[in-house]
């Protein structure tokens, strides 16, 4: 699974956020939050950040 911080970066992706973004909301550097998403996408099998968000939102709608 996904460390709290990986969820918390998904999150701010899925809510339409930039990586900039997420790194200035949690106080850590752009480079933390590159390297959070890289292991993200390790560990989803996907290699685009659209990809990863589109994963998740169809995860997301086969709960409801």
């Known amino acids: 699974g ?3 911080s990986e969820s918390l970066l998904a999150s701010g992706l899925v809510n339409g ?3 900039d973004e ?3 909301a949690h106080g ?3 480079n933390t939050v590159r390297t959070q998403l890289k292991s993200v996408m390790t560990k ?3 290699s685009r950040q659209t990809e ?3 994963l998740i939102l ?3 709608a ?3």
Do not use: K, M, N
Request: proline share 4%.
């Open 2 to 4: 996904l460390s709290p």
């Open 17 to 19: 956020l930039t990586i």
């Open 22 to 24: 997420i790194a200035l």
């Open 28 to 30: 850590v550097t752009l």
């Open 44 to 46: 989803t099998s996907t």
């Open 52 to 54: 990863l968000v589109a």
């Open 58 to 60: 169809r995860s997301l």
């Open 62 to 64: 086969g709960q409801i």
